[in-house]
């Protein structure tokens, strides 16, 4: 089955902040597009504008000028009630902070986003890919950062978004859980048919990516299909 294309569009996005001699423009026309199913890597050095970029697709953030388009549908068309309808059906958050509520257990946290969706996935199902079944009823502080990353990563999953959004998810991790985190997204990826946005600076990661953006000064510097792409568990940095 052929790609959609042209399912996110991000089309001669600016954006700036401040004003007179403190404004700072951190988008500087930012252009392309990513296929459905795609494990697109937006990769650059801090301060290129990644995190920015990233806050505009998932309706957090405005843009100055240009658009973003998910099957067309334009963010800067939807009142508040729309967008907050666009953010609740069709995108789920990775951060590098896990921001998992404290007294709820796993399976608890992982509902959470369950709630927020008309199709959910199977729990019990959904667990188990994620490596916490028998962690289920653990509270968050009885889990390693690795752990605590699943069940956020499980949290975003579970409403079978469009779009994963992912903010430097393994930022806090040391190189092996770093490792089984991407990994996981991997399978998340080839398993649900996610479209996987991944922020990160990590050059190797762009190894794994069907495509990658480079940005740097607030522009596309590079945007490249990755014909040979390999394994997370190939990844070496």
Known sequence: MQKE????EVHQIYKAYGSGDSRQEVLRGMDFTVAKGEFCVLLGPSGSGK????NIIGGIDCADDGYIAIHGDKLKDMDEKALTMYRRKHLGY???LYNLIPNLTVKENIEVGAYLSDHPLE???LLQTLGLYEHRHKLP???SGGQQQRTSIGRAIIKNPD???CDEPTGALDYNTSKEILKLIEEVNQKYGNTVIMVTHNEAIQQMADHTVKLRDGQVRKNIMNE???????LDW
């Open 5 to 8: 294309q042209h399912f996110l």
């Open 51 to 54: 995190s920015t970029l990233l």
């Open 94 to 96: 990775v951060f590098q």
């Open 123 to 125: 729990t019990e199902e």
């Open 141 to 143: 502080n009885q889990l």
């Open 163 to 165: 779009i994963l959004l």
């Open 228 to 234: 040979n792409k390999i394994s997370a568990t190939e």
